[in-house]
């Protein structure tokens, strides 16, 4: 069995004029990180190994996730990969992840999340928010080989807001 755990990054700024890479986050995306990462820790689900995007925004959304789940930086990569938007560039690297892993947790960009989970997931979401995070399942035991997998959970931060 392999579960693939993708987490949007937090809402992120554009007040500042830097490169995309180097947007940082909002207050807002700060506090939705923790918000769905302390929710996630109820969930008992520890990552084997764990990818961001290089972005500004996903590494720092990663971080959030890293410290409030007390995982270890040793299970932690960039990976250019990541900072994809259609989702091609991420379903890609999704393939040739290590089969001695069986939870994988990776950070990165919509429209190519969105696009993922509708993908091989079983469950049609119009969109991933910021910070958004969806869990799959799936009934296989190499990554090349994951085509459909199961939606079992989805964690959004306006599922916390009154």
């Known amino acids: 069995m392999k579960t693939l755990i993708l987490v949007r990054h937090a809402k992120s700024s554009w007040e500042y004029p830097v490169d995309d890479k180097d947007r940082p986050l909002k207050q807002r995306g700060i506090n939705d990180a923790h918000i769905v990462s302390n929710a996630f820790k109820h969930e008992d689900v520890k990552p084997d190994f764990i990818y961001s995007s290089p972005a500004n925004r996903a590494l720092h959304t990663s971080m959030i996730f890293i410290r409030n789940l007390d995982l270890s930086m040793d299970y932690f990569r960039v990976s250019n990969s990541l900072y994809d938007f259609s989702g091609s560039s991420v379903y890609e690297f999704i393939s040739k992840l290590d089969d001695s892993f069986n939870i994988v947790m990776i950070f990165g960009h919509n429209n190519a999340l969105t696009n993922i989970v509708n993908t091989i997931g079983n469950s049609y979401i119009d969109n991933v928010p910021t910070s958004g995070l969806v869990q799959i399942n799936f009934n296989d035991n190499n990554w090349n080989s994951i085509k459909k997998g199961v939606t079992v959970k989805t ?8």
């Not at 964690?155 to 009154?162: L, N, R, T």
Request: proline share 12%; no cysteine; aromatic share 24%.
């Open 155 to 162: 964690i959004f931060p306006k599922q916390f807001k009154i």
